[in-house]
């Protein structure tokens, strides 16, 4: 990951909507959730949840399938790593031990 592409990342996720609606996917992961029980989950429209998942997708957090006349959404979990990786990347002067604590929250359970 480069800076434009983390800098495309946190930018699309300094928004109140669309920071709540990666954490929602990442909490469905790997199943995802259709558009329509995003907006349901969130209280938001639907014209407005597809703006929102529209910027998140150009950033590469997210991406969507369609199956028949459901799209349904995913969190890009691969890209969130790299984003946390590279937030990360030169933590605590090379100390393993300092990082320690960071990683054992960054597992996943």
């Given at each position: 990951?480069n800076i434009e592409t983390a800098l495309e990342a946190l930018a699309?996720?300094?928004?109140?909507?669309?920071?709540?609606?990666?954490?929602?996917?990442?909490?469905?992961?790997?199943?995802?959730?259709?558009?329509?029980?995003?907006?349901?989950?969130?209280?938001?429209?639907?014209?407005?949840?597809?703006?929102?998942?529209?910027?998140?997708?150009?950033?590469?957090?997210?991406?969507?399938?369609?199956?028949?006349?459901?799209?349904?959404?995913?969190?890009?979990?691969?890209?969130?790593?790299?984003?946390?990786?590279?937030?990360?990347?030169?933590?605590?002067?090379?100390?393993?031990?300092?990082?320690?604590?960071?990683?054992?929250?960054?597992?996943?359970?």
């Amino acid at each position: 990951m480069n800076i434009e592409t983390a800098l495309e990342a946190l930018a699309a996720l300094s928004q109140h909507t669309r920071l709540e609606t990666f954490r929602l996917l990442v909490r469905h992961e790997p199943g995802g959730l259709p558009a329509g029980e995003i907006a349901h989950a969130l209280d938001v429209p639907a014209n407005t949840l597809s703006s929102h998942l529209a910027i998140l997708s150009r950033a590469g957090l997210v991406h969507s399938e369609r199956f028949s006349r459901v799209i349904r959404y995913r969190a890009d979990v691969s890209r969130l790593r790299e984003l946390m990786l590279y937030l990360a990347k030169d933590c605590c002067a090379g100390n393993p031990d300092m990082c320690a604590p960071l990683v054992a929250e960054l597992t996943c359970c």
